[in-house]
């Protein structure tokens, strides 16, 4: 596995990867390939092994640490790299990666970010997969022309068609590019060939997120939401809540509170919640359960990106009931109105929270419906074997080539 960070399970993709690894123990053994986080201290680096220990070790037989480098250039051999990939290609990611591929039967290479290695692992004659957590950077309209306003934002077309030939291009890189939905899948495929694309929805360990958390619900009543806000769009959808529909609900709800719980919060998101009442800021969690057990609604305000989110489904586990956007939700298989509320209008968004916290029985009814939409669909111990049958046919082939030609 070919990670730009270690994958401790407290944000989406990285949550993704550890489930996947440990629930396929038993079938394959992994090992992981990643970029050392820089300690602050030696209390930080304490810390480090700490998690290691807790979280890597029992799932990777073995764990190889590069440390990062200077961002690199926009073109390495001349191929383009987007801007958010260049600070994690190294020369020394890229060695590495040689001299361990003989040890391996598949490479797996997770994000986009980390693609670029791609070229090389093809050179190195092993089945290579790619996971596409999140195609929305490709997506004109939901990415780029989202992030900025005025004229400015179209400045940044050439960039984004750059983007779209640099995913084609990599795509031949690989053997099989995973997705979290046919939405992606429809996506990429007017980019590269349907046939090379494979979906594996992201799931939830059901065991682990249940309604039964031993944590009664806060009083007052919270909202909250969970992200790893150095990615653009959650940062996006806090700052968004904050500025133009807090203000509604808060208005109307004087005593509700607000919990933005999650990895590194960004700067903007700490200063759009500076000194507004009844809204706080929580930093890395090792659990966020409790945070979801005692909140009354899961609100997600997402307006970018693509693929399944995690935390959506997180929520549902829970027995928690969800508000979104029709954009978070369109790769589920909920029915808004019945599984969870979708409200794109700022007004329409503050409504649904509002009708929410005045209707307890509506709460605990949509929780309950999105427990079984859990159950029924992204149960990871199911979603799991798909990537290992993935994982098993391409070992095969593999096997077949090497007999072949010996």
Same mark, same amino acid.
């Given at each position: 596995?070919?990670?730009?960070?270690?994958?401790?399970?407290?944000?989406?993709?990285?949550?993704?990867?550890? &489930?996947?690894?440990?629930? *396929?123990?038993?079938?394959?053994?992994?090992? *992981?390939? +990643?970029?050392?986080?820089?300690?602050?201290?030696? +209390?930080?680096?304490?810390?480090?092994?700490?998690?290691?220990?807790? %979280?890597?070790?029992?799932?990777?037989?073995?764990?190889? !640490?590069?440390?990062?480098? /200077?961002?690199?250039?926009?073109? $390495?051999?001349?191929? !383009?790299?987007?801007?958010?990939?260049?600070?994690?290609?190294?020369?020394?990611? /890229?060695?590495?990666?040689?001299?361990?591929?003989?040890?391996?039967?598949?490479?797996?290479?997770?994000?986009?970010?980390?693609?670029?290695?791609?070229?090389?692992?093809?050179? =190195?004659?092993?089945?290579?997969?790619?996971?596409?957590?999140?195609?929305?950077?490709?997506?004109?309209?939901?990415?780029?022309?989202?992030?900025?306003?005025?004229?400015?934002?179209?400045?940044? $077309?050439?960039?984004?068609?750059?983007?779209?030939?640099?995913?084609?291009?990599?795509?031949?890189?690989?053997?099989?590019? @995973?997705?979290?939905?046919?939405?992606?899948?429809?996506?990429?495929?007017?980019?590269?060939?349907?046939?090379?694309?494979?979906?594996?929805?992201?799931?939830?360990? *059901?065991?682990?997120?249940?309604?039964?958390?031993?944590?009664?619900?806060?009083?007052?009543?919270?909202?909250?939401?969970?992200?790893?806000?150095?990615?653009?769009?959650?940062?996006?959808?806090?700052?968004?809540? =904050?500025?133009?529909?807090?203000?509604?609900?808060?208005?109307?709800?004087?005593?509700?509170?607000?919990?933005?719980?999650?990895?590194?919060?960004?700067?903007?998101?700490?200063?759009?919640?500076?000194?507004?009442?009844?809204?706080?800021?929580?930093?890395?969690?090792?659990?966020?359960?409790? #945070?979801?057990?005692?909140?009354?609604?899961?609100?997600?305000?997402?307006?970018?990106?693509?693929?399944?989110?995690?935390?959506?489904?997180?929520?549902?586990?829970?027995?928690?009931? @969800?508000?979104?956007?029709? *954009?978070?939700?369109?790769?589920? #298989?909920?029915?808004?109105?019945?599984?969870? @509320?979708?409200?794109?209008?700022?007004?329409?968004?503050?409504? &649904?929270?509002?009708?929410?916290?005045?209707?307890?029985?509506?709460?605990?009814?949509?929780?309950?419906?999105?427990?079984?939409?859990?159950?029924?669909? %992204?149960? !990871?111990?199911?979603?799991?074997?798909?990537l290992g049958d993935l994982y098993a046919g391409l070992a095969n082939t593999s096997s077949k080539s090497d007999k072949n030609a010996a």
């Amino acid at each position: 596995m070919l990670t730009p960070g270690p994958p401790y399970p407290w944000d989406g993709g990285s949550k993704r990867i550890h &489930s996947l690894c440990r629930l *396929l123990a038993d079938r394959f053994r992994f090992s *992981l390939l +990643t970029f050392r986080p820089p300690a602050q201290d030696i +209390t930080q680096a304490a810390l480090d092994l700490q998690k290691q220990a807790l %979280y890597l070790d029992p799932v990777f037989e073995a764990i190889h !640490w590069v440390e990062p480098e /200077e961002p690199a250039p926009a073109r $390495i051999d001349g191929i !383009w790299i987007p801007p958010d990939a260049r600070r994690f290609y190294c020369l020394r990611m /890229e060695e590495r990666l040689a001299a361990l591929a003989g040890t391996a039967d598949i490479l797996h290479v997770e994000f986009e970010l980390m693609a670029i290695y791609g070229r090389r692992a093809r050179e =190195l004659g092993r089945p290579c997969i790619l996971t596409q957590h999140d195609t929305g950077s490709l997506s004109l309209f939901n990415s780029y022309m989202r992030e900025m306003a005025g004229w400015g934002k179209f400045a940044r $077309i050439p960039e984004w068609l750059k983007r779209r030939v640099f995913a084609r291009r990599s795509a031949d890189w690989f053997d099989r590019i @995973v997705v979290m939905s046919e939405a992606d899948q429809n996506h990429l495929a007017g980019i590269i060939r349907r046939g090379h694309i494979q979906v594996i929805p992201t799931g939830v360990d *059901l065991e682990h997120f249940h309604p039964d958390a031993g944590v009664p619900p806060a009083s007052p009543p919270r909202l909250v939401y969970v992200g790893h806000y150095p990615h653009f769009p959650n940062e996006d959808a806090v700052l968004h809540f =904050l500025r133009r529909i807090w203000p509604r609900i808060r208005a109307q709800s004087p005593h509700v509170e607000f919990h933005i719980v999650g990895s590194a919060p960004t700067p903007a998101v700490r200063r759009a919640a500076q000194g507004l009442s009844g809204v706080s800021i929580t930093d890395t969690v090792p659990d966020v359960r409790p #945070q979801l057990a005692a909140a009354a609604i899961f609100v997600a305000p997402l307006r970018l990106g693509c693929g399944i989110k995690g935390k959506i489904l997180e929520a549902f586990a829970m027995g928690l009931p @969800v508000v979104t956007t029709r *954009l978070a939700a369109a790769g589920l #298989q909920a029915v808004p109105g019945r599984d969870l @509320v979708v409200a794109d209008s700022d007004a329409d968004f503050a409504a &649904s929270v509002l009708q929410l916290l005045n209707s307890p029985q509506a709460r605990a009814r949509l929780g309950s419906r999105g427990r079984e939409v859990a159950r029924a669909a %992204y149960d !990871w111990r199911r979603l799991a074997g798909r990537l290992g049958d993935l994982y098993a046919g391409l070992a095969n082939t593999s096997s077949k080539s090497d007999k072949n030609a010996a």
